[in-house]
């Protein structure tokens, strides 16, 4: 492997709760045969454009539940030549060897022949993948994400459901299958509609999964709201100028009616409305979500793209503190391109911030010096080299 180490002499933390000790991704994106060792060091991933550090990052991502930074789907994760040669039989794989809290737990997990999900292993079990998530916590900034801030609420109700998930990894389940009843819902009344008592069950549990999922993110903002209020004390902390909220008929609803009134109101309206379907539905899927700044209460759709930028950072940072206070597991951060763009003030605060962070941080970027000047320790891996090892293999494979 080529990877040059850089040591330079701060107060770093080196007993890090949680770090990926060793990697393997095999036929995965632009790797055929990818091998990293690491320590609890930061990993700083640096290289020409299109070399493959996000490629990286999103296997280390794979080590969690869900669809990876970039929420792919599992067959564009699999090795391609781009020249129309097909590779039948041949599937992504992610292995790893991960230190949590002091034990070191073997992680696979990849996609094979006649499965349509991936599949888990820890310590050569099969698993799924909520075990993983319970093992594991993984978070992630990448450009993408700062798109979604002028999307959507939907992309905002995803982006905070994922960081729910990361503290209680059953919430994406309760929201997957609040999702599939809806459907459902409408497909029942449509196909059967004479079948009154199967559509009554449908709604009841529909109602009690909108008031679980609702409890769910009124808790992340309350703890979120403390973390914030105790950061808040702390004038220098360059991240903490931030503020969240989540506001829907259906959180008021809740809050005044209380469950048991809740619930029979919503099924009232929505045996009124079986035959319009779901857009008349009140529920969690329809809950908006305001970040703004605490200070200026300026919203964060308004914001610069470089504030915007902050605001991001300040919420994962956030997040990490109440992952760490609350449930004493601080997550791993993968940082895709987060310092271009920076400004000097917050690109310090940020160096200073990982390398304190409890978990591993891993970082791309396209300049190798990029850190040079700032009193971080970190693992720093030239993937220009990877990715000419990568070339060579994958000719004598595919000649
Ligand atoms: N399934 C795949 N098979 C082979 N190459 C892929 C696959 N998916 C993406 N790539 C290639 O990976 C490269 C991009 O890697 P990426 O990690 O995004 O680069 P960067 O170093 O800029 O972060 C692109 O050249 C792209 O064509
Ligand atoms: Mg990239």
């Not at 490629?55 to 990876?68: D, F, K, P």
């Not at 781009?82 to 992610?94: K, L, P, Q, R, T």
Request: proline share 1%; net charge positive.
């Amino acid at each position: 492997m080529n990877t040059t180490q850089v040591n330079k002499n701060i107060n770093l933390v080196s007993n890090k709760q949680l770090f990926v000790k060793k990697i393997k991704a095999s036929y995965f994106r632009n790797y055929t045969n990818l091998e990293l060792d690491l320590s609890s060091e930061n990993v700083v991933l640096f290289g020409l454009n299109g070399v493959g550090k996000t490629n990286i990052l999103e296997a280390v991502s794979y080590l969690t539940s869900g669809r990876g930074i970039r929420k792919a789907k599992s067959k564009d994760l699999t090795f391609k030549k781009f020249d129309n040669s097909s590779h039948e039989d041949i599937y992504w794989g992610v292995h790893a060897s991960v230190f949590v809290t002091n034990k070191i737990f073997d992680i696979g997990t990849g996609i094979r022949k006649n499965y349509n999900s991936r599949l888990v292993k820890i310590n050569d079990e099969c698993v799924k993948q909520t075990e993983l998530s319970k093992l594991t916590k993984i978070s992630w900034i990448t450009p993408q994400m700062l798109l979604l801030f002028h999307s959507g609420m939907q992309e905002k109700r995803r982006f905070i459901d994922r960081l729910i998930n990361i503290a209680n990894p059953t919430h994406v389940r309760l929201l997957y299958r609040y999702e599939f009843l809806m459907k459902e819902r409408v497909k029942i009344i449509n196909n059967y509609n004479d079948n009154q008592m199967w559509i009554d069950a449908i709604e009841c549990e529909i109602i009690n999964l909108s008031i679980k999922i609702i409890e769910s993110r009124k808790k992340f903002v309350l703890d979120m709201k403390n973390i914030l209020f105790k950061s808040n004390l702390n004038n220098e902390d360059v991240f903490s100028d931030i503020y969240l909220e989540i506001n829907g008929k259906a959180e008021e609803l809740l809050d005044s009616l209380g469950e048991e009134k809740y619930h029979s109101q919503i099924m009232d309206i929505l045996r009124k409305n079986r035959n319009n379907g779901i857009s008349s539905f009140i529920g969690p899927h329809k809950s908006e979500i305001f970040i703004f700044k605490k200070e200026s209460k300026q919203e964060i759709t308004f914001c610069s793209t470089g504030e915007q930028k902050i605001m991001l950072i300040s919420l994962v940072f956030k997040h990490c503190d109440l992952m760490e206070s609350i449930y004493k597991k601080t997550p791993i951060l993968l940082l895709d391109d987060i310092i271009e763009n920076l400004d000097e003030i917050h690109k310090r605060a940020l160096f200073e911030k990982t390398s304190q962070h409890n978990s591993q941080c891993w970082f791309t970027c396209t300049n190798s010096n990029a850190f040079e000047n700032y009193p971080v320790s970190y693992k720093s891996i030239d993937v220009n080299k990877l990715q000419k090892n990568f070339s060579k293999k994958s000719e004598l494979k595919y000649a």
